[in-house]
T-cell receptor, first 113, second 114 residues
Framework: QQQVKQSPQSLIVQKGGISIINCAYE??????FPWYQQFPGKGPALLIA?????SEKKEGRFTISFNKSAKQFSLHIMDSQPGDSATYFC????????????FGKGTTLSVSS | NAGVMQNPRHLVRRRGQEARLRCSPM?????VYWYRQLPEEGLKFMVY????????ESGMPKERFSAEFPKEGPSILRIQQVVRGDSAAYFC????????????FGPGTRLTVT
């Protein structure tokens, strides 16, 4: 109920391609879904976030698609660049009264040039 | 506007010693969270604090771990009598008033217990 399942664990994409990372959850009380980008030795950086009342949010090359009925959301990185190589984490707010984030286990993205 | 600051960045402790990790939130942020990241794992919530109050400590181990966020100064995560299993990266995050779930992370403290 309190888990966020993320896939794939690792991903290799060619420069210019589309990177897609998927997450699924069970708890219908989750109401905020951020994505974080983490480079080695650094802290996670908030990339983009979505609420369940919208199905898609786009910021530059990054898009979140949200499917409320399927309890799934995904991150799409268009025109992937070598500088996008990092670990990506999806997360969900634990409950409406609280603020703790539940994180997926992460996806390591490598963009080859 | 400086980001979330954490120190030290790296900390080595022998088994049985105490570890103190410090976190200064972003300016204007009054909510602080601590998370722990084990190798190849996502981040696990530990504790949520506001100034002088612990709001949610449901992710904190019952023994040896404590956290505070005093009226003045940084938030501190304290681990007493460290064991090898405490070796991890500890991240602090802060969020602005009105948006407590919009969390911005610091660079982390990497704790190694020898």
């Amino acid at each position: 109920q309190q888990q966020v399942k993320q896939s794939p664990q690792s991903l290799i994409v060619q420069k210019g391609g589309i990177s897609i990372i998927n997450c699924a959850y069970e708890n219908t009380a989750f109401d905020y879904f951020p994505w974080y980008q983490q480079f080695p030795g650094k802290g996670p950086a908030l990339l983009i976030a979505i609420r369940p009342d919208v199905s898609e949010k786009k910021e530059g090359r990054f898009t979140i698609s949200f499917n409320k009925s399927a309890k799934q959301f995904s991150l799409h990185i268009m025109d992937s660049q070598p500088g996008d190589s990092a670990t990506y984490f999806c997360a969900a707010r634990r409950d409406q009264a609280g603020t703790a984030l539940i994180f997926g286990k992460g996806t390591t993205l490598s963009v080859s040039s | 506007n400086a980001g979330v600051m954490q120190n030290p960045r790296h900390l080595v402790r022998r088994r049985g010693q105490e570890a103190r990790l410090r976190c200064s939130p972003m300016k204007g942020h009054s909510h602080v969270y601590w998370y722990r990241q084990l190798p190849e794992e996502g981040l696990k919530f530990m504790v949520y604090l506001q100034k002088e109050n612990i709001i949610d400590e449901s992710g904190m181990p019952k023994e040896r771990f404590s956290a505070e966020f005093p009226k003045e100064g940084p938030s501190i995560l304290r681990i007493q009598q460290v064991v090898r299993g405490d070796s991890a990266a500890y991240f602090c995050a802060s969020s602005p008033d009105g948006l407590p779930y919009e969390q911005y992370f610091g660079p982390g403290t990497r704790l190694t217990v020898t």
